[in-house]
């Protein structure tokens, strides 16, 4: 007997609670943001209306359904199973914060806050929760299948993201690696950069758009659902060691980006979750690409 979805809830401390819980009081809070010219009252609304938003989409699942609920801080420790539907509540980054812990499951995207939020990934309201929570487990359900990006490391440590990956140090000094983009075998170029950005369609209209415009690139930035990736090597520094002849580049499928560590310590993260990022020591190699997996984002 196959077990009943699972409608899960994602959602994220609001400033409110952040500042009750580094205050103690409403009234602490609201002196200290009063100190810096802000009111409380604006956030105190938008942290009701995320709550409000909670419990319109947790009364829309369906009673047969079971349900959970899990914080972004606790999304690296939560088990998502097949069977689940997951609803992201809150803003865009979201979706791609929870994307990376996802494994074909269906998402859903919520937004808390019209107008303040792009509402590109979190595309409806709380009242279109139980038809789409419906839409979402019926046979060929529509849904885009956004492109990921994956890096995988010689040691079989592996991360995915949504928007964009990126290489670097750990803190302001000079990631030392060397770059190549053919197989194993082939010439690689060593480098010392502020680090190596590779982004999807889905991460176009933030960091990666950033480089590409400052970079006034001729490559053409893909969409959500293509499947290609753009990169950049941020600052690259010429020498008489390193190079700077392999700055940028288009991946299709099959295609990867390979670095191998030239210095004592790099960190690779996605979407921004440097807690949750891997840890590459000298001679390790790890390879960019397009990812199998895609999010499922229900139109």
Same mark, same amino acid.
């Given at each position: 007997m196959s077990l009943a979805p699972r409608a899960v809830l994602v959602h994220r401390t609001t400033e409110y609670e952040e500042l009750l819980a580094r205050h103690g009081t409403h009234g602490q809070a609201a002196f200290f943001l009063s100190s810096r010219g802000r009111s409380i009252d604006e956030v105190a609304r938008r942290h009701e209306r995320t709550r409000q938003a909670l419990a319109d989409v947790a009364a829309a699942v369906p009673l047969q359904w079971r349900h959970s609920r899990v914080e972004r801080a606790d999304l690296d420790r939560f088990l998502f199973a097949p069977e689940d539907v997951v609803v992201v509540v809150g803003q865009d980054g979201l979706v791609a914060n929870s994307a990376k812990y996802l494994s074909g499951q269906p998402v859903v995207g919520i937004d808390t806050d019209p107008g303040r939020n792009p509402g590109v990934l979190v595309r409806h309201r709380p %009242? =279109?929760?139980?038809?789409?929570?419906? @839409?979402?487990?019926?046979?060929?359900?529509? %849904? =885009?299948?956004?492109?990921?990006?994956? @890096?995988?490391?010689?040691?079989?440590?592996?991360?995915?993201?949504?928007?964009?990956?990126?290489?670097?140090?750990?803190?302001?000094?000079?990631a030392r690696y060397r770059l190549g983009t053919g197989p194993a075998d082939s010439p690689a170029e060593s480098q010392a950069s502020s680090g190596v950005l590779v982004g999807t369609g889905t991460g176009a209209t933030g960091w990666l758009r950033s480089l590409w415009q400052e970079r006034h690139s001729p490559l053409a930035l893909p969409g959500p659902t293509d499947p290609r990736l753009l990169w950049f090597v941020r600052e690259a520094w010429p020498s008489p060691a390193t190079g700077t002849s392999l700055v940028s580049g288009e991946l299709g499928r099959e295609q990867g980006l390979r670095l191998t560590v030239e210095s004592d310590r790099l960190v690779v993260f996605g979407d921004g979750m440097e807690a949750d990022a891997l840890e590459l020591t000298w001679g390790q190699t790890v390879r960019l690409s397009i990812s199998a997996t895609s999010l499922r984002l229900a139109g």
């Open positions: %009242a =279109d929760a139980a038809a789409l929570l419906r @839409a979402a487990v019926a046979p060929g359900a529509p %849904a =885009d299948e956004l492109t990921m990006v994956e @890096a995988v490391a010689d040691d079989t440590q592996r991360l995915l993201a949504l928007n964009e990956i990126y290489l670097g140090p750990s803190g302001h000094q000079t």
